[in-house]
């Protein structure tokens, strides 16, 4: 993602939503439009096919119909309809009652056939030897030829031998009159072979493209023979039959091979996906256009005080530090500039507080290194002291000041870490100084574990404590007075007890000095508060952390206990890290 880098971030932005939200947009409408699309025309081309599939049922029946007149007519069922069959052979009118008798008989028949062919609306009769109309539904008196030279032609055609199958053949109507494809049937006398007469069956393309019309909504339906030959259609049947452009159905009906067709073309079932497609996605060009302009220019009125804020920074770190960000609005961008001017008052007030502390260690260390001077002489004066007393026989004055010397030490280089062995030391100084100051006897006993005997802590970490049990728990002058400090090493924790055995505390003042030695201060009224006590277990937190505490306890053979738990795992050797390398 580095080659991003080189982009500014309102680029980022347009190069994120074009990525991440208009191609995505775009990719899912052209899978909708192309899954709507193809379930579409599956839906269609499965509706064409069940339309076409009743079309045939209708069209079988219809055969089906054709095909048992003809073989009611030519098996010989009915023998009187066979003999009237040969009376009428040759017959060309009424030349005696036999004849109507016959004709009679064969009418009432074709009247049977017409009832049942009703629906069709088919065309039934029979044609003699002579060519004479004996029976039938047409509107021609009885004997008379067929007038249709179209009809002549066509069934001149007709192979008299064939009386097995029905031959078809088609007869093309006037301009005002319906087209019909025709069933012959040769009639033949079964005892000598001779033919009798024909039977014409025909099917009126009007029937036909009723059929078509009722099921189909849209499209073109063509009917075709085995041939080829169109027998009947609605629609444009002369459109292309391309499968690009047309969408194509077929259904074959059975027992007469012939072929039904249904084309529909791709733009009349697409053609409404198409534009709502179009649609969608010039609304989201133009969208895309408007935020691309919107964003260009938002993003110049986002650069311009950025430059601005870039100027007065450098402007600021020439040293102008009186320069300040204008502020307008309440945007973004006005939130900005007042952040960074807040942020510039705040650096100017740390630059003044940095130089006033600077100023002031310059003034502490000239004061420091006046101070040097005093305690050394004040040490060699001492010393001079204390040589005079040990000359002069007086051992415990000389050892009084010796002590005091040793604490002086180590007040000059209080910040240097001590050892726990050393530590003790010097308390065992200082508790020998206040022995003679307070004019009692105070035994000190101290147990150091060996594992912790190196281990290094701030010097004079614990003089407060033992300070503050002469001073407040042998406040009465107790005979056995008796300070106790055990050192151990228990894990990661290094453990430090310092019990007396003077007046103590109630349990509501060791609680009241512990909240105030977790640092609720506010909460300790003024005469419980033990400035010592606070400073050492602010430093234990300040050196080793949170995790190290102070806390006070009673002291079950009377006063008190202070125990110090020092994380052992946050430093090394006891050392805090600022102090690891002082000596």
């Known amino acids: 993602m580095d080659w991003m880098s080189r982009f500014s971030f309102y680029r980022r932005i347009q190069l994120s ?21 193809h379930s579409v025309i599956d839906k269609i081309t499965r509706s064409n096919e069940d339309m076409l599939r009743v079309i045939s049922n209708q069209v079988t029946k219809t055969i089906d ?25 040759v017959s060309t009118d009424f030349s005696d009652y036999d004849t109507y008798a016959h004709y009679s008989r064969l009418k009432a ?35 008379s030829t067929i007038s249709d030279p179209n009809f002549t032609t066509s069934s001149e055609k007709l ?33 000598n072979h001779e033919r009798l007469a024909t039977l014409f069956i ?40 391309s499968t690009g452009i047309m969408l194509v159905s077929e259904q074959i009906v059975p027992k007469v091979g012939w072929k039904i067709t249904h084309n ?46 870039r100027t007065k920074v450098k402007q600021y770190v020439g040293g102008n ?30 630059l003044h507080q940095v130089e006033s502390e600077q100023e002031e260690k310059r003034v502490l260390e000239l004061q420091a290194l006046v101070a040097q001077i005093r305690p050394h002489f004040l040490l060699n004066t001492l010393n001079s002291i204390k040589v005079n007393l040990i000359m002069a026989g007086d051992g415990v004055h000389s050892g009084m000041i010796d002590s005091l010397m040793t604490l002086l030490r180590a007040y000059v280089r209080v910040d240097e870490p001590i050892e726990l062995t050393e530590e003790r030391k010097l308390l065992a100084s200082y508790i020998q100084v206040m022995q003679i100051r307070n004019r009692m006897d105070i035994r000190f006993i ?15 970490l614990l003089q407060p404590i033992v300070e503050n049990a002469i001073i407040h728990g042998f406040a009465l002058h107790p005979v056995d007075a008796e300070i106790q400090m055990n050192v151990e090493l228990t894990g990661d924790m290094l453990e430090i007890s310092i019990s007396d055995n003077g007046r103590g505390l109630s349990t509501e003042g060791i609680y009241l000095l512990n909240q105030r030695l977790s640092g609720f201060e506010q909460d300790l009224p003024s005469a419980t508060k033990g400035v010592g006590l606070v400073n050492t277990a602010r430093r234990l937190q300040v050196f080793y952390g949170l995790q190290s505490r102070l806390q006070a306890a009673p002291n079950p053979n009377g006063g008190l206990v202070f125990v110090l738990r020092i994380p052992y795992d946050k430093w090394k050797g006891g050392v805090p890290a600022e102090y690891r390398d002082a000596d």
Request: glycine share 4%; aromatic share 12%.
């Open 17 to 37: 939503f074009l990525f991440f939200i208009l191609l995505p947009f775009i990719v899912v409408t052209f899978w909708s439009y192309s899954s709507v699309k």
């Open 65 to 89: 119909s054709i095909s048992f007149a003809s073989v009611y007519f030519s098996e010989s069922y009915d023998t009187n309809v066979l003999g009237s069959l040969r009376s009428l052979k």
């Open 109 to 143: 028949m074709s009247n049977i056939l017409s009832i049942q062919s009703m629906d069709a609306n088919l065309k039934v009769f029979i044609l003699n030897q002579q060519g004479r109309l004996i029976m039938g539904n047409l509107e021609q008196p009885v004997f």
């Open 159 to 191: 192979d008299d031998k064939e009386t097995t199958v029905l031959q078809w053949f088609s007869v093309k109507g006037e301009p005002d009159a319906p087209s019909y494809y025709y069933a012959a049937k040769v009639i033949d006398d079964p005892r």
């Open 202 to 241: 025909g099917i009126p393309d009007t029937y036909l493209r009723s059929l078509f019309d009722t099921f189909n909504h849209s499209g073109s339906i063509v009917l075709t023979d085995r041939e080829g030959r169109i027998m009947a259609a609605t629609g444009k049947e002369d459109a292309p039959q």
């Open 264 to 309: 529909s073309p791709r733009s009349a079932i697409t053609g409404q996906i198409n534009h709502e497609f179009f649609v969608s996605i010039s609304i989201v060009s133009l969208f895309f256009a408007v935020f691309l302009f919107f964003s260009v220019v938002w993003a110049g009125r986002i650069n311009k005080p950025i430059s601005q804020l």
């Open 321 to 350: 530090r009186s320069v300040r960000m204008p502020v307008k609005g309440k945007d973004e961008v006005a939130l900005l500039s007042t952040a960074f001017n807040h942020m510039l008052d705040d650096i100017n007030h740390l």
């Open 446 to 460: 101290c147990t150091i574990a060996e594992e912790a005997e190196s281990i290094k802590l701030p010097r004079l």
